[in-house]
């Protein structure tokens, strides 16, 4: 959609002028543009355009195109007597009515044109997520935008019309702008391996040019709001996070007048008082602008969180930086406003790590202090990189302290191109600034081909340095040296096989491992460098100290350790030693390892949290939680060779631990007859009391909700008739029907206008038993039964009513409790269906974007969504089923479904089963809802939400097994 800005006022200056400067402009710009890019013009209104693409990438390019071609038009002319354009663009709905269109889709384009500034191109989000990475301009995200006549916000987003490269050119921050290599580093190297990039690698860092003007202008929109404070870079682990803020962000931000980056910390051996900490890290800018201070004296200042004292020191030194910065920019710009100060915490998954909890806590909460206080002269803002799969438990904590929610910032897979150019642009700054450097092109083509995975970024990094360390010297890299060191995947583990044949075979002690063995290695990384994260389901790296790490009685290791610092798989900072990149844990057979040890891994990080909270705590009594058969386990572990140096700040801890136990024993034994005597009433009182519980639980599941269990017959029975229902008690209980075994064809096509990319690639799978669905989403009668009995907590309906209405509000979690409950209750195997289960019985057997077709017209007669469900859940059941029987498959609520989602179906099973992962961040959802517009509805969508998410749109289908 496209209008003529200023149309009335032009016509009354020169009516007949601007009519030819229109006829002109459509004839020899905009017609033959809207031809090349395959569009249609549907009408034309004399002021305005509406014209229909058949696709959201060439309706970009074409706006684009005619409005840089307006700008070098309208160079020579009076201001006043411009003919410039606003256009909007949207992906959406329509319907074709002979030659006309209209619908959502045409009306959201219309109001994103009337907000596009003169000259400019304003896109929904569904546009944007077509276009990125696929254009070479930058669209800054503006946030939800209240729309006229348009009921949800929609995200909108402006497109610069400077290409990227140009712009970042432009605003002094491109990569060449930067002086690379460093002037006390003139040996360094293009590629940095497994390492993070750092300040002074900003002349190399290429891939991100797109998320740098996205994070700055998001930097800019957060500021000129005042808030949110807090900026959340968000990606996996591999994705090139610590790179992206150090090489990327950082030194572009000191080039900014809007802001003063003081320092970035990271949490490991103590986010205040570690060697990366807030005082080692802030006291240096300080000297820089001659207020010396050293790290002890801030680290005196601000030890203690919720102590005034402590945040006003911290909020002094805010606010002191903020006045030495304001200080030097008024000599150049009086008028201008304050710089903001910014603070950084890399790696920010190291806030919940065992280690140093107690110091993150006190941060964490100086920091929340500081953030809610506010006063003259403090402006911080606090930037935190994560990784994905930690970002739930950031949110909860940022929740407890009464923190807005941060403006996040996500970080995705680089593209083909991105990755061309991480490998071909350090070349060519190396060949410029150095020494001439060629590599190969067919060595460039297989090395994106390999770039796959989720440690792609770091194995192709890792994988250009070792080449670079072995033939840089010879001006040039080719496919065969890659392929000679056995490719992408092989490179790591060559390189860790050599570093451990490099110190030899011969053992220190005889009957003890050899220096370079397996076994060796196993003992240096686990666990004195790598822990694994439950909540994650993932390994995570430790910094160790290195004389605790290799000192003492493990000196038999430092030679191993050397030989893995030597080979830039570990990292040498200080005192510390730590692996260079957690992708190195995922490679065998340290992967294998850190799985055979989680359990000890994760009873050594709580022993460890409870051993700090009890120091902090003044070690009182009350706060030694590890009792019996927990305290035995946790002594034998300290006992463990492996374990006793990773373990030794627990000692004192389990020591006073066993020491309370021996006294409770004593007192046992005193008090011994008087147990004696009264052990019949205690154990009467006991029986008495479980009895209740039992009483209780017997009466709700026989008298109130009256079972109807299968037997073994009914089942085999059921199981033989599709279509057939059944219900396994009275009251309560879902009604369930059997779906038929079969096969489909899952995900939609790449010719589906509404695909989403994780909707692919499309796969056959085979359901190859029947199973059982709920009719409906699960209702809150059938919830409250759970409720009732005490086994799961009580949903908030929102208002809306509870009895025959979805249950919302329930978590992930909170669904797996209650079929948790239903299947003991049964004794039958209650689950949530499979992804693929879903979309099996969703679709019925029809291949189209719905269960009746691709008509979106008959939705109405199938579902409860955006343009029926008066804002809010309907009672289930009251829409036509499909044609197997099941209701409200789309919309109404969202489905939790068991699986791992992950933005694409590569390398996902065929055999109908979930996808599982030790990582699992998000878990899948399904069906759309009330809120959902038609899209959202498809046979194919798919979302992804954490698992502790409760929305008023989200609820569960229960499934379940059959047995043949």
Same mark, same amino acid.
């Given at each position: 959609?496209?209008?003529?800005?200023?149309?009335?006022?032009?016509?009354?200056?020169?009516?007949?002028?601007?009519?030819?400067?229109?006829?002109?402009?459509?004839?020899?710009?905009?017609?033959?543009?809207?031809?090349?890019?395959?569009?249609?013009?549907?009408?034309?209104?004399?002021?305005?355009?509406?014209?229909?693409?058949?696709?959201?990438?060439?309706?970009?390019?074409?706006?684009?195109?005619?409005?840089?071609?307006?700008?070098?038009?309208?160079?020579?002319?009076?201001?006043?007597?411009?003919?410039?354009?606003?256009?909007?663009?949207?992906?959406?709905?329509?319907?074709?009515?002979?030659?006309?269109?209209?619908?959502?889709?045409?009306?959201?384009?219309?109001?994103?044109?009337?907000?596009?500034?003169?000259?400019?191109?304003?896109?929904?989000?569904?546009?944007?997520?077509?276009?990125?990475?696929?254009?070479?301009?930058?669209?800054?995200?503006?946030?939800?935008?209240?729309?006229?006549?348009?009921?949800?916000?929609?995200?909108?987003?402006?497109?610069?019309?400077?290409?990227?490269?140009?712009?970042?050119?432009?605003?002094?921050?491109?990569?060449?702008?930067?002086?690379?290599?460093?002037?006390?580093?003139?040996?360094?190297?293009?590629?940095?391996?497994?390492?993070?990039?750092?300040?002074?690698?900003?002349?190399?860092?290429?891939?991100?040019?797109?998320?740098?003007?996205?994070?700055?202008?998001?930097?800019?929109?957060?500021?000129?709001?005042?808030?949110?404070?807090?900026?959340?870079?968000?990606?996996?682990?591999?994705?090139?996070?610590?790179?992206?803020?150090?090489?990327?962000?950082?030194?572009?931000?000191?080039?900014?007048?809007?802001?003063?980056?003081?320092?970035?910390?990271?949490?490991?051996?103590?986010?205040?008082?570690?060697?990366?900490?807030?005082?080692?890290?802030?006291?240096?800018?300080?000297?820089?602008?001659?207020?010396?201070?050293?790290?002890?004296?801030?680290?005196?200042?601000?030890?203690?969180?919720?102590?005034?004292?402590?945040?006003?020191?911290?909020?002094?030194?805010?606010?002191?930086?903020?006045?030495?910065?304001?200080?030097?920019?008024?000599?150049?710009?009086?008028?201008?406003?304050?710089?903001?100060?910014?603070?950084?915490?890399?790696?920010?998954?190291?806030?919940?790590?065992?280690?140093?909890?107690?110091?993150?806590?006190?941060?964490?909460?100086?920091?929340?202090?500081?953030?809610?206080?506010?006063?003259?002269?403090?402006?911080?803002?606090?930037?935190?990189?994560?990784?994905?799969?930690?970002?739930?438990?950031?949110?909860?904590?940022?929740?407890?302290?009464?923190?807005?929610?941060?403006?996040?910032?996500?970080?995705?897979?680089?593209?083909?191109?991105?990755?061309?150019?991480?490998?071909?642009?350090?070349?060519?700054?190396?060949?410029?600034?150095?020494?001439?450097?060629?590599?190969?092109?067919?060595?460039?083509?297989?090395?994106?081909?390999?770039?796959?995975?989720?440690?792609?970024?770091?194995?192709?990094?890792?994988?250009?340095?070792?080449?670079?360390?072995?033939?840089?010297?010879?001006?040039?890299?080719?496919?065969?040296?890659?392929?000679?060191?056995?490719?992408?995947?092989?490179?790591?583990?060559?390189?860790?096989?050599?570093?451990?044949?490099?110190?030899?075979?011969?053992?220190?002690?005889?009957?003890?491992?050899?220096?370079?063995?397996?076994?060796?290695?196993?003992?240096?990384?686990?666990?004195?460098?790598?822990?694994?994260?439950?909540?994650?389901?993932?390994?995570?790296?430790?910094?160790?100290?290195?004389?605790?790490?290799?000192?003492?009685?493990?000196?038999?290791?430092?030679?191993?350790?050397?030989?893995?610092?030597?080979?830039?798989?570990?990292?040498?900072?200080?005192?510390?030693?730590?692996?260079?990149?957690?992708?190195?844990?995922?490679?065998?057979?340290?992967?294998?390892?850190?799985?055979?040890?989680?359990?000890?891994?994760?009873?050594?990080?709580?022993?460890?949290?409870?051993?700090?909270?009890?120091?902090?705590?003044?070690?009182?009594?009350?706060?030694?939680?590890?009792?019996?058969?927990?305290?035995?386990?946790?002594?034998?572990?300290?006992?463990?060779?492996?374990?006793?140096?990773?373990?030794?700040?627990?000692?004192?801890?389990?020591?006073?631990?066993?020491?309370?136990?021996?006294?409770?024993?004593?007192?046992?034994?005193?008090?011994?007859?008087?147990?004696?005597?009264?052990?019949?009433?205690?154990?009467?009182?006991?029986?008495?009391?479980?009895?209740?519980?039992?009483?209780?639980?017997?009466?709700?599941?026989?008298?109130?909700?009256?079972?109807?269990?299968?037997?073994?017959?009914?089942?085999? %029975?059921?199981?033989?008739?599709?279509?057939?229902?059944?219900?396994?008690?009275?009251?309560?209980?879902?009604?369930?029907?059997?779906?038929?075994?079969?096969?489909?064809?899952?995900?939609?096509?790449?010719?589906?206008?509404?695909?989403?990319?994780?909707?692919?690639?499309?796969?056959?799978?085979?359901?190859?038993?029947?199973?059982?669905?709920?009719?409906?989403?699960?209702?809150?009668?059938?919830?409250?039964?759970?409720?009732?009995?005490?086994?799961?907590?009580?949903?908030?309906?929102?208002?809306?009513?509870?009895?025959?209405?979805?249950?919302?509000?329930?978590?992930?979690?909170?669904?797996?409790?209650?079929?948790?409950?239903?299947?003991?209750?049964?004794?039958?195997?209650?689950?949530?269906?499979? %992804?693929?289960?879903?979309?099996?019985?969703?679709?019925?057997?029809?291949?189209?974007?719905?269960?009746?077709?691709?008509?979106?017209?008959?939705?109405?007669?199938?579902?409860?969504?955006?343009?029926?469900?008066?804002?809010?859940?309907?009672?289930?059941?009251?829409?036509?089923?499909?044609?197997?029987?099941?209701?409200?498959?789309?919309?109404?609520?969202?489905?939790?479904?068991?699986?791992?989602?992950?933005?694409?179906?590569?390398?996902?099973?065929?055999?109908?089963?979930?996808?599982?992962?030790?990582?699992?961040?998000?878990?899948?959802?399904?069906?759309?809802?009330?809120?959902?517009?038609?899209?959202?509805?498809?046979?194919?969508?798919?979302?992804?939400?954490?698992?502790?998410?409760?929305?008023?749109?989200?609820?569960?289908?229960?499934?379940?097994?059959?047995?043949?």
């Amino acid at each position: 959609m496209a209008d003529v800005v200023g149309y009335s006022r032009l016509m009354g200056v020169d009516e007949e002028g601007t009519h030819e400067t229109l006829k002109a402009c459509r004839r020899e710009l905009i017609d033959p543009k809207i031809g090349e890019h395959h569009g249609r013009m549907v009408k034309n209104t004399g002021d305005g355009a509406l014209v229909e693409f058949a696709s959201a990438v060439d309706a970009a390019r074409c706006a684009i195109e005619i409005q840089r071609a307006m700008a070098t038009r309208n160079a020579a002319i009076p201001q006043d007597r411009r003919v410039q354009f606003r256009i909007g663009i949207n992906v959406g709905d329509i319907i074709i009515d002979a030659d006309d269109i209209y619908g959502d889709g045409v009306n959201i384009a219309a109001r994103l044109e009337a907000i596009a500034e003169p000259g400019g191109i304003c896109i929904s989000d569904k546009v944007y997520q077509e276009i990125r990475g696929k254009i070479d301009v930058f669209a800054r995200d503006i946030g939800f935008q209240t729309l006229k006549n348009i009921a949800e916000p929609v995200r909108v987003y402006e497109i610069t019309l400077a290409a990227i490269k140009p712009r970042l050119e432009d605003l002094g921050v491109a990569p060449g702008s930067f002086a690379w290599p460093a002037k006390d580093k003139p040996n360094a190297e293009p590629y940095p391996g497994l390492s993070a990039l750092g300040e002074d690698d900003a002349g190399i860092f290429f891939g991100r040019d797109a998320d740098i003007m996205s994070g700055l202008a998001k930097l800019h929109l957060v500021r000129r709001r005042g808030s949110p404070r807090l900026l959340v870079i968000e990606a996996a682990s591999g994705a090139g996070k610590s790179s992206y803020l150090r090489a990327g962000l950082w030194p572009r931000l000191k080039r900014d007048s809007d802001f003063v980056p003081l320092a970035i910390l990271r949490p490991a051996q103590g986010i205040l008082t570690g060697p990366d900490g807030l005082g080692f890290q802030l006291a240096p800018w300080f000297s820089r602008y001659g207020r010396p201070k050293t790290p002890g004296a801030i680290n005196a200042a601000v030890g203690g969180a919720g102590d005034a004292g402590a945040t006003e020191a911290f909020r002094a030194l805010i606010a002191e930086a903020t006045a030495v910065c304001t200080a030097s920019q008024s000599a150049t710009a009086p008028n201008a406003r304050p710089p903001a100060p910014l603070i950084a915490i890399d790696q920010g998954e190291e806030l919940f790590a065992a280690e140093d909890a107690q110091e993150s806590a006190r941060f964490l909460q100086l920091l929340a202090d500081v953030l809610k206080g506010g006063s003259d002269g403090v402006d911080i803002y606090v930037l935190i990189t994560i990784r994905a799969d930690s970002v739930e438990r950031l949110l909860q904590r940022i929740a407890e302290l009464d923190l807005e929610a941060p403006e996040p910032l996500y970080l995705l897979p680089l593209s083909p191109g991105a990755y061309r150019d991480v490998i071909l642009k350090p070349a060519e700054v190396y060949s410029r600034n150095v020494k001439r450097l060629a590599i190969e092109a067919a060595l460039v083509d297989r090395l994106v081909e390999d770039a796959t995975g989720a440690d792609a970024l770091p194995l192709l990094a890792f994988t250009l340095s070792h080449i670079f360390k072995l033939h840089g010297a010879g001006h040039e890299l080719t496919l065969a040296q890659y392929n000679e060191i056995g490719g992408m995947g092989g490179c790591v583990t060559r390189v860790l096989r050599q570093a451990q044949k490099s110190v030899g075979t011969v053992p220190t002690i005889l009957g003890q491992p050899d220096l370079g063995s397996d076994e060796t290695l196993r003992r240096l990384i686990v666990p004195g460098l790598a822990t694994w994260d439950p909540a994650a389901g993932a390994a995570k790296r430790l910094v160790a100290k290195e004389a605790e790490l290799v000192g003492g009685r493990r000196t038999a290791l430092a030679q191993l350790a050397y030989a893995l610092v030597k080979a830039r798989l570990l990292v040498r900072n200080r005192d510390t030693l730590e692996v260079a990149h957690e992708a190195l844990l995922r490679r065998p057979p340290i992967a294998g390892w850190l799985e055979e040890q989680k359990d000890a891994l994760k009873l050594r990080d709580d022993v460890m949290r409870e051993a700090e909270e009890w120091n902090s705590g003044g070690r009182q009594a009350d706060t030694l939680v590890r009792r019996g058969a927990r305290l035995v386990s946790a002594v034998d572990l300290l006992g463990n060779p492996d374990f006793v140096a990773a373990m030794a700040p627990t000692a004192e801890y389990l020591a006073a631990s066993q020491k309370l136990a021996a006294a409770g024993r004593r007192r046992a034994r005193i008090v011994q007859t008087v147990i004696y005597t009264l052990f019949l009433s205690i154990i009467a009182g006991l029986v008495a009391f479980i009895n209740q519980a039992v009483l209780r639980e017997h009466y709700q599941w026989h008298i109130v909700m009256r079972p109807t269990v299968l037997t073994a017959e009914q089942e085999k %029975e059921k199981a033989a008739k599709p279509g057939s229902d059944f219900k396994e008690c009275a009251n309560g209980c879902p009604t369930m029907i059997v779906v038929p075994a079969g096969k489909f064809t899952m995900g939609s096509p790449e010719s589906d206008k509404d695909r989403n990319n994780d909707e692919g690639p499309q796969r056959e799978v085979r359901i190859d038993q029947p199973f059982a669905v709920g009719k409906t989403a699960v209702t809150f009668a059938e919830w409250d039964t759970c409720v009732a009995v005490g086994a799961c907590p009580k949903a908030d309906d929102s208002g809306w009513g509870r009895g025959d209405r979805p249950v919302t509000n329930v978590s992930w979690d909170e669904a797996k409790v209650y079929l948790t409950w239903l299947a003991k209750q049964t004794g039958k195997p209650y689950r949530l269906l499979t %992804e693929a289960e879903w979309e099996y019985a969703a679709r019925a057997g029809n291949p189209g974007q719905y269960f009746f077709g691709d008509d979106k017209t008959q939705l109405d007669e199938y579902a409860w969504f955006s343009k029926n469900s008066d804002g809010k859940t309907q009672p289930v059941g009251t829409k036509k089923p499909n044609a197997f029987g099941l209701y409200d498959m789309y919309g109404n609520v969202w489905q939790w479904v068991e699986d791992c989602y992950g933005d694409s179906y590569s390398g996902a099973p065929t055999d109908g089963s979930a996808v599982t992962s030790t990582a699992c961040g998000r878990r899948v959802n399904r069906g759309g809802s009330w809120s959902g517009e038609p899209d959202h509805l498809r046979s194919s969508n798919r979302n992804g939400f954490i698992t502790l998410f409760r929305i008023g749109n989200v609820g569960f289908r229960v499934g379940r097994t059959l047995e043949p």
